[in-house]
């Protein structure tokens, strides 16, 4: 296998939703890994329900990784290939009346 494209040593996993994190904090804690939740604003967001949820696992391996991509989350600095954008018409629909 190769060199994996995110920071094993960075175990930070970012949420938009406390529901989404807290369906992979009870996967992950079925297999095993302990997990810490908490929220953070980023610089310059006022609003406090902007606030992303963080979610610290530990140990971090590539297990974990295979499943942020299915609960919904992301992680800070991944270059793994994103998922090519939708084909959208160039123009709205005529419906005819």
Do not use: C
């Amino acid at each position: 296998m190769g060199t994996p494209s995110y920071d094993l040593d960075m175990a930070l996993i970012h949420f938009d939703s406390d529901e989404d994190a807290a369906e992979l904090i009870g996967a992950l804690q079925a297999e095993g890994y302990a997990t810490t939740l908490r929220r953070e604003g980023f610089a310059g967001e006022d609003d406090s329900d902007d606030r992303a949820w963080l979610l610290l696992v530990t140990p971090f391996d590539d297990r974990v990784v295979e499943m942020v991509d299915v609960y919904g989350g992301w992680l800070p600095g991944d270059d793994r290939a994103v998922p090519a954008p939708l084909d959208l018409p160039d123009a709205p629909r005529r419906l005819k009346g």
